[in-house]
């Protein structure tokens, strides 16, 4: 059985952090470029970030590009989101999610085709 367990959310004051860690099991870890969409309310789902794990080939969405590191622990199947410098604007459920296709997280289309999803975590930032 494939699961994306997803953790780490909470309410945060700006410029505060936080940690996000998405638990994989089910499929084989290096198949997949494995990341984080979010959802604000009111907004579509927009891809956050990605890792391919046999490679640490990364993606980062711009609004998050220098605040925003993700990594893997491969012997744990497991990635993490560090989250620092953390704005209102942060403020989503995050979604852990795995895909052969990378293109989901730079053109969000269809995302009822990403192969995996793991359940939202939500991540709240106080002004």
């Known amino acids: 059985e494939v699961q994306l367990q997803a953790s780490g959310g909470g309410l945060v004051q700006a410029g505060g952090s936080l940690r996000l860690s998405c638990a994989a099991s089910?499929?084989?870890?290096?198949?997949?470029?494995i990341g984080w969409f979010r959802q604000a309310p009111g907004k579509e789902r927009e891809g956050v970030s990605y890792?391919?794990?046999?490679?640490?080939?990364?993606y980062y969405i711009d609004s998050v590009k220098g605040r925003f590191t993700i990594s893997s622990d491969n012997a744990k199947n497991t990635v993490y989101l560090q989250m620092n410098s953390l704005k209102p604007e942060d403020t989503a459920v995050y979604y852990c999610?795995?895909?052969?296709?990378?293109?989901?997280?730079?053109?969000?289309?269809?995302?009822?085709?990403?192969?995996?999803w793991g359940q939202g975590t939500l991540v709240t930032v106080s002004s």
């Open positions: 089910g499929f084989t870890f290096d198949d997949y470029y």
């Open positions: 890792i391919r794990t046999n490679t640490d080939s990364t």
């Open positions: 999610a795995a895909d052969r296709v990378k293109n989901y997280w730079v053109s969000p289309y269809y995302l009822e085709y990403v192969d995996y």
